[in-house]
């Protein structure tokens, strides 16, 4: 059994300085608590926690003085106001690729446009983007957006800038502009679409289409794992998303000649480490047993 790990597996730049933030913060020994997890991994979470990084789930639970970290997806204006209020001094751990969306939205709608997202309505990313908008219109995909852009014949005159959640995947944005190009008469499109995530996507359809079998590690709350393992499972038979290496079945992989493994953006290499060393022990007990198998049919 031969298994590769792709090369872009594992923590993007703005998460690892959103952890390395958190982690000088605790080591300075402030008092501090996250805003929302700080990435989508358990793990990690629980690794700060034991540093003494708190989590609060809402500003208001802030108590007066103590540092917030905002999270590497970032939050609204709204929050920023309400710690402001309460006097919590900010380690802003906002990854800059969608510290610059918030930017482009804001001053688009300060301009008069209409601002469009395409992303998952719910994912905390998006759920920020929108909190620098008074109205923003967000889409997950170009089915929602053509229904939007037909319903009224006027809204293809109104002026629209239209941006991405940093996580999508091109094939969906690219269907979003095409629509919107088509339809829009005054549209300005930014593909936000971070660089770090185009290529981890474009790696582990590589790495999928060569593999009879790959493994996606990453947490059930990432959105960029979800897409990663919903890509893999286009173009490989068999894809197995876990979290942690104590979930994995080794009976699922048996017989497959080559594995590939990937990891979402907010998966430490720590647990990389933990599920590559895990299916190379198997890999030794699956050959062993295949060989007792052969000897016994022959
Ligand atoms: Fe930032 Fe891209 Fe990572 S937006 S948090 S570098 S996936």
């Not at 990435?39 to 629980?46: A, D, K, P, R, Y």
């Not at 708190?54 to 939050?75: K, M």
């Not at 300005?188 to 590690?217: H, P």
């Not at 000649?257 to 007990?285: C, F, H, L």
Request: proline share 4%; net charge negative.
């Amino acid at each position: 059994m031969k298994l590769e790990l792709a090369k872009s597996a594992g923590f993007c730049y703005g998460v690892r300085r959103a952890v390395r933030m958190a982690e000088q913060a605790a080591e300075q020994g402030r008092a501090c608590v996250m805003l929302g997890p700080i990435i989508h991994n358990n793990s990690v979470i629980e690794y700060l926690a034991s540093l003494g990084v708190g989590l609060i789930q809402r500003p208001e639970e802030a108590e007066p003085g103590t540092a917030v970290i905002i999270r590497s997806h970032g939050e609204g204006r709204a929050a920023y106001e309400a710690l402001a209020e309460r006097g919590c001094p900010l380690i802003d751990a906002t990854c800059p690729n969608v510290s610059r969306i918030h930017q482009i939205v804001s001053q688009a709608e300060e301009a008069g446009r209409k601002v469009v997202i395409i992303g998952s309505p719910t994912h905390p990313e998006v759920a920020a983007i929108a909190g620098w908008c008074a109205r923003p219109l967000v889409f997950e995909g170009v089915q929602a957006l053509s229904d939007w852009l037909e319903g009224e014949p006027e809204r293809r005159n109104l002026p629209v800038t239209m941006v991405s959640q940093t996580t999508s995947t091109q094939i969906i944005w690219d269907k979003c502009v095409e629509k919107a190009k088509k339809e829009c008469t005054n549209l300005k499109i930014f593909d936000t679409i971070c660089n770090a995530t185009y290529k981890r996507q474009s790696e582990a359809q590589a790495l999928a289409a060569r593999s009879d079998a790959v493994v996606v590690i990453g947490g059930r709350e990432s959105s960029n794992t979800k897409r990663l393992a919903e890509l893999c499972e286009a173009l490989c038979p068999k894809v197995v998303w876990i979290e942690r290496a104590a979930e994995l079945e080794p009976s699922t992989l048996c017989r497959k000649a080559s594995i590939g493994i990937t990891a979402g953006a907010s998966t430490p290499e720590w647990i990389i480490k933990e599920v590559y060393d895990k299916m190379s022990d198997e890999n030794i007990e699956i050959e062993e047993s295949f060989a007792e198998m052969l000897e016994k049919s022959i």
